[in-house]
Nanobody
Framework: QVQLVESGGGLVQAGGSLRLSCTAS????????MGWFRRAPGKGREFVGD????????KYTDSVLCRFTISRENAKSTLYLQMNNLKPEDTAVYYC?????????????????????WGQGTQVTVSS
């Protein structure tokens, strides 16, 4: 098992930046592919992006492409989401998620059901 804790959320003006962190404890972080999801007010939880367990490849939903960057430091058991040029429509609770995968797995995972473990979420609010 792995336990996930997000941090770094807050209130920011449109055009600003935030970096979210997701710290893992428990089973080796490097054995998990990781994803970020978000739930906006009144909407379902949606895929933001993911990163392979090796960190060599990322995938993003179109609405955040070129603004958000996912990275990971396996030695620190930490996942990051750098969010730049934030927009009011980015306001949401952001969740990190982990999926146990075999070494060398090349596939990205964009569905909530793909993931085995979830954090509790961190609120991001972007004011206009």
């Amino acid at each position: 098992q792995v336990q996930l804790v997000e941090s770094g959320g807050g209130l920011v003006q449109a055009g600003g930046s935030l970096r979210l962190s997701c710290t893992a404890s428990g089973r080796a972080f490097s054995t998990y592919a990781m994803g970020w999801f978000r739930r906006a007010p009144g909407k379902g939880r949606e895929f933001v992006g993911d990163i392979l367990r090796s960190g060599v490849s990322t995938k993003y939903t179109d609405s955040v492409l070129c603004r958000f960057t996912i990275s990971r430091e396996n030695a620190k058991s930490t996942l990051y989401l750098q969010m730049n040029n934030l927009k009011p429509e980015d306001t949401a609770v952001y969740y990190c998620a982990a999926k146990s995968v075999y070494d060398g797995n090349p596939f990205h995972h964009t569905e909530q059901a793909d993931y085995d473990y979830w954090g509790q979420g961190t609120q991001v609010t972007v004011s206009s």
